[in-house]
């Protein structure tokens, strides 16, 4: 299979990618993170899942399971 990116989101995801090395320094221990694609970032974790649990969304728009 033959994919094709555009420029304008591969530079979207490598901002989004750094952004997570940054912020996950900081993460407490113990919290449950969601890894994956658009599907996974752009679902409303603690709208549907609870605020009282410690949910990290770490899905990036355009990106396939295997790169991560």
């Known amino acids: 299979m033959i994919e094709t990116t555009r420029p304008e989101?591969?530079?979207y995801q490598k901002e989004r990618l750094a952004k997570f090395v940054s912020e996950n320094q900081k993460l407490d221990?113990?919290?449950i993170v969601f890894?994956?694609?658009s599907i996974?970032?752009?679902?409303?974790?603690?709208?549907?899942l609870?605020?009282?649990f410690p949910l990290v969304n770490?899905?990036?728009a355009g990106i396939d399971s295997v790169w991560l």
């Open 40 to 48: 996974t970032e752009f679902f409303a974790l603690k709208k549907y």
């Open 58 to 60: 770490r899905g990036v």
């Open 29 to 31: 221990k113990g919290q």
């Open 50 to 52: 609870g605020r009282e």
């Open 35 to 37: 890894a994956g694609d």
């Open 9 to 11: 989101l591969v530079a």
